[in-house]
């Protein structure tokens, strides 16, 4: 635990809290934890490590919530805002609300959550955008001809150059330059200024007592266009929209939007498919780095549902004013590489089928004193790894009532690194079982760490080989340690 956080917090309340339960990590490398009072209250501290992202954070939350528009509260910040405490909006989100839904198609429930989502957002946009001081965001501060750039030659760079399909780079480029002429002259229309999220899907809106819905992780926001952020929340791929729905949603949208702003919901539907295609090239990018660079594996499952969507683009009128990216494209949905990619994926070996359960991993850290745990899922275990070969901070008395999870014994443990070199062994295992648990529709996999107490050194390879498989295969991992008596789950993820 952070001891600027419980320093905090202990300012905040005039005592230490109760309880500290870690949760799942985000995108950023900001950490989180549920913190329970004495009374049974809880809220959420967080520990950032980029002061700018936290300003403005901070600073949009403080925003947001003075038009009184869904945010958590912020409850304290720390002078130099790398940590604060903010409400705890519990712990449903409406991804997860939703998961029903994509297997089984969306209940009427359902599509009223999304409806009355999509009926904030523009409030979000407008309002928001209209007094906001953009010297307080993240660089860049607008949706510009410069960023736009940016982005396609992401998706050139990242994706694109890891297929195997063949495209002149001149043209390529001319046609990149073109698009993103366009899209910033659309940007840049008319006197208002509107808010653009910039990661606007239904991971970043959690479920306030399980029906409310509340905005998160807008930290990244600019000033921008309206239609990035629904061509971003309608084309998640992962949450599989059906067309009908999709058309329904945006015109609950549009409805809400003319109520704010008239002239910009009677333009926005004129460009709404060159933001939407844009999206589209953007998300691949992130596909193509996550994924095929940095090998998560989870990350191309969605990989030919963004292609098929961007097939739905070829014979648009948009995509005919940029002729080499036209053909590229074409190309792209008509490799061979992609067509495997589909082959494989309807074979079940990116895609988990009824028959399969995904995998889920289980890890453990435990005193050997004790025992090893036991493997309820009766496929007999998996690896059990000896701490006590590494230095143990269990002989220091100012880390006897600490564990692997506060600061001062993370930096006992990584200060000689022989923690550190422990764990370079055991991730290259690790990663190649993982991958072939996942290939081979494997549904269980055990590990287990182990040292002479079950508080110090066990408990920090636990977290971190659980962090790590997670970040790298977006499984589900479910964390125990069980002789401090804390568990955690990170739930599968995927775009």
């Known amino acids: 635990m952070n001891e600027s956080l419980q320093i905090l917090y202990k300012e905040t309340f005039r005592q230490a809290f109760a309880h500290c339960t870690p949760l799942t990590p985000s995108g950023s490398n900001r950490q989180y934890f549920r913190l329970e009072h004495t009374d049974g209250r809880t809220c959420i501290g967080v520990v950032g490590t980029s002061k700018a992202e936290n300003h403005a954070f901070i600073y ?51 599509i009223e959550l999304l409806k009355e989502t999509l009926r904030l957002l523009p409030h979000f946009q407008v309002e928001g955008g209209a007094n906001i001081d953009e010297t307080q965001l ?56 509107y808010f653009l999220y910039r990661d606007f899907q ?38 599989k929209y059906p067309a009908p729905l999709k058309e329904e949603l945006l015109i609950t949208y549009l409805d809400e939007l003319r109520t704010l702003d008239l002239t910009a919901a009677e333009k926005f539907k004129a460009s709404f498919k060159r933001f939407s295609l844009f999206r589209l ?71 988990n089928k009824p028959k399969d359960p995904p995998l889920e991993v289980e890890v453990y850290s435990f005193s050997f004193k004790k025992g090893i745990p036991t493997d309820q899922s009766g496929n007999g275990g998996g690896y059990v790894f000896d701490c006590r070969s590494t230095h143990n901070p269990g002989r220091f008395e100012q880390y006897r009532k600490q564990t692997g999870l506060d600061l001062p014994v993370i930096n006992f443990l990584e200060e000689d690194g022989e923690i550190l070199e422990f764990l370079d062994h055991i991730y290259p295992i690790a990663d190649h079982h993982v991958e072939r648990f996942i290939e081979r529709g494997f549904s269980h996999l055990m590990f287990c760490f182990g040292c002479t107490g079950g508080q110090h050194r066990s408990v920090y390879s636990a977290q971190h080989l659980a962090k790590h498989i997670h970040a790298k295969f977006g499984v589900c991992v479910k964390l125990t340690h069980r002789e401090i008596g804390i568990t955690q789950t990170f739930e599968t993820t995927g775009l």
């Open 138 to 193: 993240l660089p860049p501060t607008r949706f510009d001809f410069r960023s736009i750039l940016f982005d396609l030659n992401y998706f050139k760079y990242c994706f694109l150059r890891t297929t195997d399909v063949v495209y002149d780079e001149n043209l390529l480029q001319d046609d990149f330059e073109r698009f993103a002429t366009d899209l910033a002259h659309i940007a840049t229309e008319g006197e208002h200024k």
């Open 281 to 351: 090239l953007q998300v691949l990018g992130a596909y193509g780095l996550r994924g095929r660079y940095e090998r998560k594996k989870h990350f191309l499952h969605s990989i030919p549902l963004a292609i098929d969507t961007i097939g739905e683009y070829l014979d648009s009128k948009e995509l005919m004013a940029y002729p080499h990216l036209r053909d590229t494209l074409k190309n792209l949905t008509n490799s061979a590489e992609f067509k495997s990619l589909k082959t494989v994926k309807s074979s079940g070996l990116l895609t």
């Open 60 to 110: 949009l939350t403080r925003h947001f919530e003075a038009l009184h528009l869904p945010v958590p509260h912020l409850i304290a910040v720390s002078e130099d805002e790398m940590t604060y405490l903010q409400e705890d909006l519990g712990s449903c989100g409406l991804f997860d609300a939703l998961q029903d839904g994509r297997k089984t198609g969306y209940k009427p429930t359902d």
């Open 202 to 239: 239904a991971r970043n809106v959690m479920l306030r007592n399980g029906k409310e819905p509340y905005f998160i992780d807008y930290q990244s926001g600019r000033i921008g266009p309206l239609q990035y952020d629904v061509a971003s929340f309608l084309l998640q791929v992962s949450s």
